[in-house]
Structures are given as structure tokens and as C-alpha cells.
């Protein structure tokens, strides 16, 4: 099995938050994640659209893939979030995470969550460390 299969295995496998919110890895290679969730009423905040802390969910969760997904065990360090839109707690989630720079030690990536329409609502900067 290739290193960056095991990784991203145990995180599908063992992130029981992740389960939990029912996000799902529809890609996770080269950089790259994409990744879903149900939303509900349980994600909704006071006003029914989606809670913030989901939003920020998911989009961490595509971070951990991307991050992960050349098989170099990485963990954050840093995150920084912008919410751009509301979003009615409905239908389904997205987020696409991808690297857009690296050093030896770090990686820089950008997350963009949206609803299948494609209008983005949140946008994260994240930096990983390298553990590997």
C-alpha cells in the first residue's frame, strides 16, 4: 500500500468527528482534497443557515486530506478563516482544499467550502508541518 493511501485510510478510518458530521473523501491526491457532508437541521444555526463551526469543520477536514494525501504525515499549525456568504443549513456541503506552496518543513493551502452551486462561502488559509 503507498504511504499516502495508509494516511489517508486511518484518517477516513479513525476521524470519528469527522463520521460523526458525515463527511466523506471524494478525492484526496497529489495535494488535493475534496470532500462532502449532509447538511440538516443539527447543522444549522439560529437563523438556519449553516453554523459556522461546521463550515470551519469541513473545511478542516479538507485541509487534513490535502495535507495528508503525498504521504508525508502532516498536521496544522496554523488556520485562518474569511465567511463570505450565509448558507442555508440544506442539501449538501463541499470543500476542495489544494496546496499552493511548500518549503522543506511546510505546506501552504488554500480551502474553499460551497454548496453543490459552487458559490463560495468560506475561503481558509491553513499551514501544515511536515512530521515525516
Known sequence: ???????????????????????????????????????????????????????????DFAFATACNSEGVLSVAIESSI??????????RLEAKGMKIGETRRLGFYRIEVFPPDGEVIAVIQAISYKKG
Open 82 to 91: 474569511q465567511y463570505l456568504a450565509p448558507c442555508l443549513s440544506e442539501g
Open 1 to 59: 500500500m503507498e504511504p499516502q493511501t495508509d494516511i489517508i485510510d486511518l484518517i477516513r478510518e479513525k476521524d470519528t468527528f469527522a463520521h460523526k458530521l458525515g463527511i466523506e473523501i471524494l478525492e484526496a491526491e497529489e495535494g488535493r482534497s475534496h470532500v462532502t457532508m449532509p447538511l440538516n437541521r443539527d447543522t444549522a444555526n439560529a437563523l438556519g443557515n449553516v453554523h459556522g463551526g461546521v463550515i470551519f469543520s469541513i473545511a
